[in-house]
């Protein structure tokens, strides 16, 4: 059943892209359109829609431990952090959908309901599927957004790369290991397990 119902979806959502601007000449309102109705994750960039993988119980689950790390903290010191989905405006054309987003101020003025325009920390998890979309692209796209901190948390290895913001764009720094304590600039005081990041829970 439940496979039968994942396959509606896709059908619905392929319809949908058939009925839109081919690549290449997608605006913001035809992809906010399409983000309301579709089942699946896309971005923007620069008139091409992307499809973004379905994420596995792996992603999710460590995913999730990141985010209670970071909600304990925002919690305690103030700000916001949120997990996707949930859009980034990077700049006009250009639109992302982080795996989690912080903002030190839950007021802060970049914080909208129908999508953020900034953030001062994004996470992501790394897709197997296109590793380079995280280390390569996103990266890219979010120095061009301004964003001081960026977190690239890999379960291939596992290790957690805490990339800040230079005049030039992110400045690379060593990864974070099992046993390391991975730790922020911009969060004054926060620091993470690694191990912790990628403890897995299994179904009992």
């Given at each position: 059943?439940?496979?039968?119902i994942?396959t ?7 319809i949908?892209?058939?009925a839109r ?14 983000t ?23 992603h ?7 985010f ?10 103030g ?17 992302r959908?982080?795996?989690l987003?912080?903002?030190?101020d ?12 900034g ?39 596992p290790e ?10 992110y ?11 991975a ?21 009992s």
């Open positions: 059943m439940t496979k039968a994942e509606l979806q896709h059908a619905a959502d392929a949908l892209l058939a601007p081919p690549q290449g000449c997608w605006k913001e309102n035809d992809y906010l359109w399409l309301d109705r579709r089942t699946r994750l896309v971005e923007l960039a620069d008139g091409c829609i992307e499809e973004l993988p379905a994420p596995t119980d792996g999710q689950s460590t995913l999730l431990n990141l209670r790390q970071f909600d304990q903290y925002v919690l305690t010191h700000g916001v952090a949120l997990v996707a989905p949930l859009i980034l405006r990077i700049r006009e054309g250009l639109f959908e982080p795996d987003m912080l903002l030190r839950a007021r802060d003025t970049r914080r909208q309901d129908r999508y953020w325009l953030a001062d920390l994004v996470a992501e998890v790394v897709s197997p599927d296109d590793p380079d979309r995280d280390y390569g692209r996103k990266r890219t796209d979010y120095a061009e957004a301004g964003i001081p901190e960026y977190w690239i948390v890999d379960p291939r290895q957690i790369t805490v990339l800040t913001l230079g005049e030039d764009g400045i690379d720094r060593v990864p974070f290991g099992l046993g390391d304590f730790t922020s600039s911009v969060l004054d005081g926060f620091s993470v397990a690694v191990s912790t990041v990628f403890e897995t829970r299994t179904v």
